[in-house]
């Protein structure tokens, strides 16, 4: 029994459990469905109940976690890989070229002291939320589509903090 976020009640799915790994400070679960016909991750703390079937499975012999996960940003795998280009401040260009935030990341210093940033990943969305918290330090160049859905976020900011008090206290 599984429930999403976004889930009113909770859903039940038959799985053959391949691996548990930990990422970006939760639990989480790759594992075969064969009514999706397709592996799927699923994360632990959404687990409400595990039963045992009598089902018996065989380990799909193309499932390889390395290969499966290795154009995820965070957690997100896909079947296909976008590039994302990135450009950073100035001011925050030294938080950016001081780790590895993807193994596919390029770093390319501009004359004004900008950092463009490109990786290849399976979601854009992903790195987009990473994006967020650089706030206007940061500006997503591609995909078109990424560049998009932060402006419509960035537009719903706006309207959260054009009024001076909180929206709770206008009620």
């Keep these: 029994?599984?429930?999403?976020?976004?889930d009113e009640a909770p859903h039940t799915h038959t799985l053959n459990p391949y691996q548990i790994y930990?990422?970006?400070?939760?639990?989480?679960l790759d594992a075969y469905s064969p009514e999706a016909d397709k592996t799927l991750v699923f994360r632990i703390n959404r687990i409400a109940e595990v039963r045992p079937t009598p089902v018996q499975f065989t380990r799909q012999s193309d499932y390889n976690f390395a290969q499966r996960h290795q154009h995820a940003f965070s957690v997100f795998v896909g079947d296909s890989v976008q590039r994302v280009r990135v450009r950073f401040s100035k001011q925050i260009a030294p938080f950016i070229r001081e780790a590895c935030w993807h193994h596919s990341q390029r770093l390319t210093e501009e004359k004004d002291g900008s950092l463009l940033f490109e990786v290849d990943v399976s979601e854009p969305r992903e790195v987009g939320w990473w994006v967020l918290q650089w706030g206007a330090g940061a500006e997503v160049l591609e995909p078109e589509s990424l560049r998009q859905e932060l402006r419509e976020t960035a537009e719903r900011l706006v309207g959260l903090y054009a009024n001076s008090q909180p929206s709770e206290e206008k009620q």
């Design 1 to 6: 029994a599984y429930t999403r976020p976004t």
């Design 22 to 28: 930990f990422k970006r400070r939760a639990l989480y």
